[in-house]
């Protein structure tokens, strides 16, 4: 393992959900060759010393061997995990904390790193085959190409199928975003998204000859066409924001019900 090279963070505060987040962070780290740091923010003493030796049990019964490092900080969790998410490679949460309320889907924390993180934020949902494809979804905003890249990455290290999900209704993608009329030809604008879905996607084939790419165009809105997708999936990768979001906004219209909803883990890029 190189020194100095960016880790994968993990956040450990005792509960269930952040051990399999530890899990799932473990064995990426494994993957990518790449340092695990748990991290529990919070009072130091019993309790945090507690909770990172059993998140470390459970890393190293994930991936043997991995490099695990532990640290105890005090302050705001969500804002010392976005400082902490300038110098990694990723950052993995649990969708719920010990601090959540029952009716919350997606805790505070998680949240907002996925809204502000400075790189890419796992949002560990559910339970998936390591055999299953990952999912990525595909827009034509500048945060989609990141996302794409992303997705591409992990099914190479996997060795599993990207399913290129790209959804459209009365919007077609192009370079921009266009109405359609209500006459419009439906059979021949589906046939002009495959044919530009297949020209976005003819430039990642070259840099990742060995991922098995799969096109997938929908009829559909995103969310309801990504989550159909992911209930088959291992993980789900989108953009922070699409193209039709305003750069105010923390998160987009489709990575954050994603968070809320999604089967299987979701990966928000910037």
């Not at 899990?23 to 309790?47: F, M, Q, T, Y």
């Not at 990694?88 to 009716?103: D, I, K, Q």
């Not at 949002?123 to 494809?133: E, I, L, W």
């Not at 997938?216 to 039709?244: C, E, M, N």
Request: net charge negative.
């Amino acid at each position: 393992m190189v020194h100095g090279q960016k880790p994968v963070i993990a956040g450990v505060d005792g509960s269930s959900s952040a051990l399999g987040a530890v899990r799932w962070a473990a064995r990426e780290a494994a993957l990518r060759k790449r340092p695990l740091r748990l991290v529990h923010v919070g009072n130091a003493g019993e309790d945090a010393s507690r909770r990172l030796s059993e998140a470390g049990e459970q890393a190293l019964a994930s991936a043997p061997g991995v490099d695990v490092r532990s640290a105890v900080c005090a302050g705001a969790a969500a804002e010392h995990l976005i400082t902490e998410s300038e110098t990694a490679s990723m950052v993995v949460l649990g969708s719920h904390g010990l601090g959540g309320f029952p009716g919350m889907l997606v805790g505070s924390v998680a949240g907002a790193l996925a809204a502000h993180g400075r790189c890419p934020v796992v949002v560990v949902r559910g339970t998936a085959p390591q055999d299953a494809p990952v999912v990525a979804g595909i827009d034509a905003s500048p945060s989609g190409d990141a996302a794409l890249a992303f997705a591409l990455e992990e099914a190479n290290l996997r060795r599993v199928p990207v399913l290129a999900v790209h959804t459209w209704t009365d919007m077609t993608m192009g370079e921009t975003w266009s109405v359609l009329p209500i006459d419009a030809d439906y059979e021949g604008v589906a046939e002009d998204e495959r044919r530009l879905l297949a020209e976005r996607l003819a430039g990642w084939r070259e840099k990742y000859p060995d991922v098995d790419v799969r096109p997938v165009v929908l009829r559909d809105r995103p969310v309801r066409g990504l989550l159909d997708a992911g209930r088959d999936a291992q993980l789900i990768v989108v953009g922070s924001r699409g193209r039709g979001d305003f750069g105010a906004v923390g998160l987009g219209s489709t990575s954050q019900p994603l968070l809320h909803h999604s089967p299987c883990p979701v990966a928000v890029v910037r």
